[in-house]
């Protein structure tokens, strides 16, 4: 299940375990 957590930031359990990413990516938001 993903959830849009803000217009650009996704979380979904089988994307890098459920931490925020960049919508379409999986580049974690706390690298940014």
């Known amino acids: 299940m993903v959830v ?3 217009p650009r ?3 979904d359990k089988d994307v ?5 990413v960049i919508k379409g990516t999986r580049v ?3 690298l940014i």
Do not use: L
């Open 9 to 11: 930031i996704t979380v």
């Open 16 to 20: 890098r375990f459920g931490k925020p």
């Open 4 to 6: 849009e957590i803000a």
């Open 28 to 30: 974690p938001v706390d």
